[in-house]
């Protein structure tokens, strides 16, 4: 992380997002859920937010109904980073069925035309206009190939649709193919790892918090939002530009204290106070390299404000 400034922060404002009192702990949590096959992406956000018993809550990425894996759930005020997480790279392991023979050489080398940039055109049943776009495909690694069945494990943009890259891939093999399981192992930060946890865990962090007065199991299930972002570059700013930010400011570059390496003009990136709670999404108007050196003018605009007005003392003017 590139270091422009240091300034100690003002230990009466604000605070570790892991420490916050439970309900602000719920209102600015995420759930890193594993989604069980059947059931709708929304169904399942619904289910949730009847066992926390809350009256929103945001998801980050649709699966299909036959699906599972990893689906972002995000509770009331986390909501606003919803936007961040659609935007997110995704990995999945998927099972294609291919329609006939081939030989190992053949596949990988068919497989291998699919890494990087990709034409698409979402299949009829998307709930986007089917128009040709291009994808970025990370990665496509064959686990394993056993006629007629291929085991892949894909990492790809966001908007990538499986079921198309299966389907394409036959059309290139020359024998036809078609998607036959799907599991989504990330999705930004939210990982396939010990964070993740499936609704019967929602349910028993809320019991044992409602009856019980454990918040530990509830505290272990959601996560703060900021977790949700650390996927994002991230830029650290002085105490005194949050509540300026809060109200929709863009960043000034003499509010920069520290922020990571290589960070383009025109990325998405976090605002983060000093004690690591979220801010702001805003976009870089020049590269990190510029941001270290510039004394004046404007270095990110402000997206979508995450922080309340207030969390921090107002050191602005409103110009007249």
């Given at each position: 992380m590139l270091?422009?400034?240091?300034?100690?922060?003002?230990?009466?404002?604000?605070?570790?997002?892991?420490k916050r009192e439970l309900g602000e702990y719920i209102r600015k949590g995420v759930i890193n859920l594993d989604k069980p096959a059947n059931p709708t992406s929304h169904q399942v956000s619904a289910w949730a937010k009847e066992i926390l018993k809350v009256e929103k809550i945001g998801h980050g990425g649709t699966l299909d109904p036959r699906v599972t894996g990893v689906l972002p759930l995000a509770i009331l005020d986390a909501t606003k980073i919803v936007q961040a997480l659609l935007q997110a790279g995704k990995d999945y392991v998927c099972v294609m069925n291919v329609h006939g023979d081939f030989s190992e050489e053949e596949l990988l080398g068919?497989?291998?035309?699919?890494?990087?940039?990709?034409?698409?055109?979402?299949?009829?049943r998307s709930s986007v206009k089917r128009r040709v776009r291009v994808r970025e495909i990370y990665y496509l690694d064959v686990l394993e190939a056993e006629n007629p069945y291929v085991l892949m494990r894909v990492g790809c943009q966001a908007g990538t649709y499986m079921r198309k890259l299966c389907y394409d891939i036959g059309e290139v093999l020359g024998c036809g193919a078609h998607m036959k399981e799907l599991r989504r192992t990330r999705v930004g930060s939210f990982k396939e790892d010990d964070t993740l946890v499936n609704l019967q865990d929602v349910k028993d962090g809320y019991v044992f918090w409602e009856e019980e007065e454990d918040e530990r199991y509830l505290r272990?299930?959601?996560?703060?939002?900021?977790?949700?972002l650390n996927h994002l570059p991230k830029i650290i700013i002085r105490d005194s530009a949050v509540d300026a930010i809060c109200?929709?400011?863009?960043?000034?570059?003499?509010?920069?204290?520290?922020?990571?390496?290589?960070?383009?003009a025109g990325e998405l990136v976090a605002l983060f106070t000093q004690k690591g709670e979220a801010i702001a999404l805003a976009l870089t108007t020049v590269e990190s390299e510029k941001i270290v050196e510039m004394n004046h003018g404007i270095v990110a605009k402000t997206e979508r404000v995450i922080m309340e007005r207030g969390s921090y003392p107002k050191s602005w003017k409103k110009e007249k």
């Open positions: 270091v422009k400034d240091e300034e100690p922060t003002d230990p009466d404002y604000g605070g570790d997002p892991s068919v497989c291998k035309k699919f890494v990087g940039k990709i034409y698409q055109k979402p299949p009829l272990n299930v959601i996560k703060p939002l900021e977790y949700g109200h929709g400011a863009d960043l000034a570059a003499p509010g920069v204290l520290k922020l990571h390496e290589k960070i383009k």
